[in-house]
Nanobody, 114 residues
Framework: QVHLVESGGGLVQPGGSLRLSCAASENIFNFNTMGWYRQSPGKERELVATITVGGTTNYADFAEGRFTISRDNADTVYLQMGSLKPEDTAVYYC?????????WGQGTQVTVSS
């Protein structure tokens, strides 16, 4: 059973920064891709950023230049978010993919508001 646990969410003012962490229950290099998604009320879950086992990163247009996905050499993936906007308010989910299986964390709330 794969477990993903997100942390680091919270309330931040517009223009501020947050770093989210995703701790996996096993080595993240066992997965083909790790990523972050988000979901706002009334909207579908959308891709934020992904990183492959080989280190290739991919970002949604809204995240490009403001967000950075990274990882350690063991079990944690990070999402550094900067220049945050109110429209970035959402629940952010960690995702891990291995072959045809996808695993999700429980999510962490990010609220951008003054």
């Amino acid at each position: 059973q794969v477990h993903l646990v997100e942390s680091g969410g919270g309330l931040v003012q517009p223009g501020g920064s947050l770093r989210l962490s995703c701790a996996a229950s096993e080595n993240i290099f066992n997965f083909n891709t790790m990523g972050w998604y988000r979901q706002s009320p009334g909207k579908e879950r959308e891709l934020v950023a992904t990183i492959t086992v080989g280190g290739t990163t991919n970002y949604a247009d809204f995240a490009e230049g403001r967000f950075t996905i990274s990882r350690d050499n063991a079990d944690t993936v990070y999402l550094q978010m900067g220049s945050l906007k109110p429209e970035d308010t959402a629940v952010y989910y960690c995702n891990a993919r291995r072959l045809s299986r996808a695993y999700w964390g429980q999510g962490t709330q990010v609220t951008v508001s003054s």
